[in-house]
């Protein structure tokens, strides 16, 4: 690890308390100059590294900037095998971690990106990926069968339960990966597999997510900006650190959990659609329906207008959001 990031580790450890540069030297054992130098190169980096004569260096508390060590302090044992890499652009977290599952990287390579230029959502549509604001994240996970086709829905109620463990307001669900609150869509997953061809077993997953932490600065392009939103409206202290470190926690817990289904109580209690009407897009058109439940396996129940009953285990559905911006979801 080179000097810069054990500086940066040492400095998010001790966030808001001043260190001098001898303290700083003689904790890392590296010379003054040294220290002098990762600093700029921190500052250079976008870091917030305040310097007060007489008192030293510290990382501001207003800092919110994307890092492995910023994420790492907030980590529970339950992630102990995640290799955590921050770039600062990618076009899409789950190219680049395909990339290196090809290369043989192994399970728990976690990649995030301060921006995307060619974020992915589900059906081929496009993630507005803006820097700096929110949190766009891949792992690579080699999971077992009953795991395989569990991991979008894990994660869309990790995702949620990170918003409101970092924010305090729960968020919702709209089956089946996208995250809601106050009415707006915050987040989605994008869970992509290659697949073995000698039995067609699951070789590995790319599970994507990414949340919006805070409004774009010039807003949300025209097409988005009627359901489009951001968790918080202005910048919190380590608010996209926070974000991630929460989610990470909760989906890893569920993911290494000995009962796979274990999450499936909070996805369903954080369902948007259950009895609501809504419109089920199927490839003869769209039926309208209520939503009676989600079952054990998070499929979705449904009445149709016809009377009769289905479970919808893929596929997409339309609902509008009532009192909510009357914006359809």
Same mark, same amino acid.
């Given at each position: 690890?080179?000097?810069?990031?054990?500086?940066?580790?040492?400095?998010?450890?001790?966030?808001?308390?001043?260190?001098?540069?001898?303290?700083?030297?003689?904790?890392?054992?590296?010379?003054?100059?040294?220290?002098?130098?990762?600093?700029?190169?921190?500052?250079?980096?976008?870091?917030?590294?305040?310097?007060?004569?007489?008192?030293?260096?510290?990382?501001?508390?207003?800092?919110?900037?994307?890092?492995?060590?910023?994420?790492?302090?907030?980590?529970?044992?339950?992630?102990?095998?995640?290799?955590?890499?921050?770039?600062?652009?990618?076009?899409?977290?789950?190219?680049?971690?395909?990339?290196?599952?090809?290369?043989?990287?192994?399970?728990?390579?976690?990649?995030?990106?301060?921006?995307?230029?060619?974020?992915?959502?589900?059906?081929?549509?496009?993630?507005?990926?803006?820097?700096?604001?929110?949190?766009?994240?891949?792992?690579?996970?080699?999971?077992?069968?009953?795991?395989?086709?569990?991991?979008?829905?894990?994660?869309?109620?990790?995702?949620?339960?990170?918003?409101?463990?970092?924010?305090?307001?729960?968020?919702?669900?709209?089956?089946?990966?996208?995250?809601?609150?106050?009415?707006?869509?915050?987040?989605?997953?994008?869970?992509?597999?290659?697949?073995?061809?000698?039995?067609?077993?699951?070789?590995?997953?790319?599970?994507?997510?990414?949340?919006?932490?805070?409004?774009?600065?010039?807003?949300?392009?025209?097409?988005?900006?009627?359901?489009?939103?951001?968790?918080?409206?202005?910048?919190?202290?380590?608010?996209?650190?926070?974000?991630?470190?929460?989610?990470?926690?909760?989906?890893?817990?569920?993911?290494?959990?000995?009962?796979?289904?274990? @999450?499936? !109580?909070?996805?369903?209690? &954080?369902?948007? $659609?259950?009895?609501? #009407?809504?419109?089920?897009?199927?490839? +003869? =058109? %769209?039926?309208?329906?209520?939503?009676?439940?989600?079952?054990?396996?998070?499929?979705?129940?449904?009445? @149709?207008? !016809?009377?009769?009953?289905? &479970?919808?285990? $893929?596929?997409?559905? #339309?609902?509008?959001?009532?009192?909510? +911006? =009357? %914006?359809?979801?």
């Amino acid at each position: 690890m080179q000097t810069r990031e054990r500086l940066l580790a040492f400095l998010e450890e001790n966030k808001g308390r001043y260190l001098s540069g001898e303290q700083i030297a003689q904790a890392l054992s590296v010379s003054r100059a040294a220290v002098w130098k990762a600093v700029q190169g921190l500052r250079s980096a976008g870091y917030e590294i305040d310097a007060v004569p007489h008192k030293g260096y510290s990382l501001s508390l207003q800092s919110d900037r994307l890092s492995p060590q910023g994420i790492g302090k907030y980590l529970e044992p339950a992630c102990g095998g995640l290799a955590i890499d921050v770039l600062p652009e990618v076009d899409s977290t789950n190219t680049v971690v395909r990339a290196r599952a090809a290369a043989g990287a192994a399970e728990g390579c976690t990649v995030l990106a301060v921006r995307q230029t060619q974020g992915r959502g589900r059906r081929g549509r496009s993630f507005f990926s803006p820097a700096d604001t929110g949190v766009y994240l891949s792992i690579l996970l080699r999971p077992g069968q009953a795991q395989a086709g569990r991991l979008t829905t894990m994660a869309a109620a990790a995702a949620c339960q990170a918003i409101e463990t970092v924010s305090g307001e729960a968020a919702q669900i709209k089956w089946v990966n996208d995250i809601f609150l106050r009415g707006r869509k915050v987040g989605g997953i994008l869970t992509e597999a290659a697949f073995a061809l000698e039995d067609g077993a699951v070789d590995y997953a790319v599970l994507g997510v990414g949340m919006n932490v805070y409004p774009p600065q010039d807003g949300f392009p025209a097409a988005l900006s009627d359901i489009a939103g951001s968790v918080f409206r202005a910048p919190q202290d380590d608010g996209k650190n926070r974000m991630a470190a929460a989610f990470l926690n909760r989906f890893m817990s569920y993911y290494t959990a000995q009962q796979p289904e274990s @999450y499936v !109580d909070e996805y369903r209690r &954080r369902s948007l $659609a259950i009895g609501r #009407t809504v419109e089920v897009q199927q490839p +003869g =058109g %769209a039926r309208r329906a209520t939503v009676l439940d989600v079952d054990d396996a998070c499929r979705l129940v449904v009445r @149709y207008e !016809d009377g009769t009953a289905g &479970r919808l285990s $893929a596929g997409e559905i #339309t609902m509008r959001l009532a009192g909510e +911006g =009357g %914006a359809p979801a």
